[in-house]
């Protein structure tokens, strides 16, 4: 049985060059919110201090947060840590305290509230520490990228790769630049969110580009463009059903999961629902731009003479 069945092919590949000029508006808004905004980056890649404290009942985060703030501790992360008694609180370096004057200012602040506040443990990050973060992180990112390029190239032809690739960095720069324009955190978790979507996305471009190929060996008189429209709309109820229901799971963990996975799920987010976009709307057009052919995948059979005795 097939949810979503579609029986009339769908003329994505009429609209292609609208959406590729869509596409390049976002991107390039991306581009500029990363340019003038910068990210946000989290203290794992600025440095600071990281505390752990034990209260001896359930801690309130939203009243910890508000004595933070009262105390200029506005860009602190306060987030629960291990149960509902262990809170994890994240600052910033400031220049003119030291980390360990800082973790005791905080302290001090926080006890005034709880006298039986226990300060469990506190690590110190430093900014060399932060910047081998950022560049380690940039390096994942450009190791999995070749090696997508690399698996699509031989799995069926260099253009796949190229347009796949493309896709990828668009995905990746719209989701930095949501980040960019909202100054929204960037920590470490949302840095792995960046990394899975890469293989999520990926994934989706391979089975839109699997039914392509497939599509040149069963419709013989089609053109291109109808190859790739039969294509894609073979895949719809497939693509329906895999994204809706992992978007309700990610759903769950950005509303339930808590200020420590809301970026994370918020990044899976955004991630998601620009993979389903950039498969049929810039990996396939692309693919379409570079000139893919029925020749480029199925190559013609050569004929063996036979020998004349």
Do not use: C
């Amino acid at each position: 049985m097939e949810f979503f069945k579609i029986r009339k092919d769908i003329p994505f590949m009429r609209h292609a060059l609208t959406f590729n000029l869509i596409s390049i508006a976002m991107f390039l808004l991306a581009v500029g919110a990363l340019a003038f905004k910068g990210l946000n980056l989290g203290v794992e890649f600025t440095g600071g201090t990281v505390m752990e404290v034990g209260y001896s009942e359930s801690a309130n985060l939203s009243k910890i947060r508000k004595s933070l703030e009262s105390g200029g501790m506005s860009e602190a992360v306060v987030q629960s840590f291990g149960d509902s008694r262990t809170v994890l609180i994240r600052l910033p370096t400031k220049p003119e305290l030291t980390g360990a004057k800082l973790s005791d200012q905080v302290f001090l602040m926080l006890k005034e509230d709880d006298p039986k506040l226990e300060l469990r443990r506190v690590d110190y990050v430093g900014s060399q520490v932060g910047e081998e973060l950022v560049e380690k992180g940039a390096l994942a990112l450009l190791v999995v990228s070749l090696g997508i390029v690399i698996y699509l190239a031989f799995r069926f032809e260099w253009k796949f790769g190229l347009a796949a690739i493309l896709a990828n960095l668009h995905d990746v720069v719209i989701i930095l630049g949501f980040f960019a324009l909202f100054q929204w955190e960037f920590s470490l978790p949302v840095l792995a969110a960046v990394l899975a979507i890469l293989g999520y996305s990926v994934n989706e471009s391979v089975v839109v580009f699997d039914r392509i190929r497939e599509n040149f060996r069963k419709m013989r008189k089609a053109s291109v463009r109808e190859v790739i429209n039969n294509a894609i709309t073979r895949i719809m109820g497939r693509t329906i059903i895999t994204h809706g229901s992992t978007q309700l799971m990610v759903l769950s963990i950005l509303i339930f999961g808590g200020e420590t996975l809301h970026y994370f799920a918020l990044a899976l987010t955004i991630g998601i629902l620009f993979g389903i976009y950039s498969s049929i709307f810039v990996a396939s057009p692309l693919v379409l731009w570079l000139g893919i052919s029925r020749e480029d995948l199925i190559k013609p059979e050569v004929k063996k003479e036979e020998a004349v005795v």
